[in-house]
């Protein structure tokens, strides 16, 4: 009763990317970090465009990144019990660098280097 229609109240999975109309599946392969506009899921925006993002929506856990020169709002901080749940985009970042840089210092001698950390996305060349 809440999926299935595009409507007040009810749950929604959907992302929107810019790109020709007239050839929707074509914009879809081609679609580059930039050109994501808003991903929600469950009713939820998550990713997307600073300009989508509900005014007041989400204070707590969305924080604005710059993506491929364009900024974009990340809402992943969610509450619970899981583990890692209520952390930022930056916190997780933070934590994951560390972690390699640890790992490269505590292997020195072994010519394997696990930092620095691997972009999120890849933006297209200009």
């Known amino acids: 009763d809440q999926i299935g229609q595009l409507k007040a109240g009810m749950l929604a999975d959907l992302f929107i ?5 007239a050839a929707p599946y074509d914009a879809l392969l081609k679609a580059t ?3 994501v506009q ?3 899921v469950g009713g939820q925006p998550l990713f997307g465009d600073a ?12 924080e604005m990144m710059p993506v491929c ?7 992943i901080a969610i509450g619970g ?7 930022k985009v930056s916190e997780i970042k933070a934590v994951l660098e560390q972690a ?3 790992v490269d210092a505590a292997t020195a001698s072994d010519g394997w ?4 950390l691997t972009p999120m996305v890849k933006c297209a060349a200009p």
Do not use: E, S, W
């Open 33 to 35: 970090p930039a050109q």
């Open 69 to 75: 020169g364009h900024t974009k709002f990340f809402c």
């Open 100 to 102: 390699m840089l640890d």
């Open 81 to 87: 019990a899981g583990d890692k749940l209520g952390q």
């Open 51 to 62: 300009g989508r993002l509900p005014p007041g929506f989400g204070a707590d856990r969305c």
């Open 38 to 40: 808003l991903v929600m």
């Open 17 to 21: 990317i810019d790109g020709d109309p």
């Open 113 to 116: 280097d696990f930092a620095p």
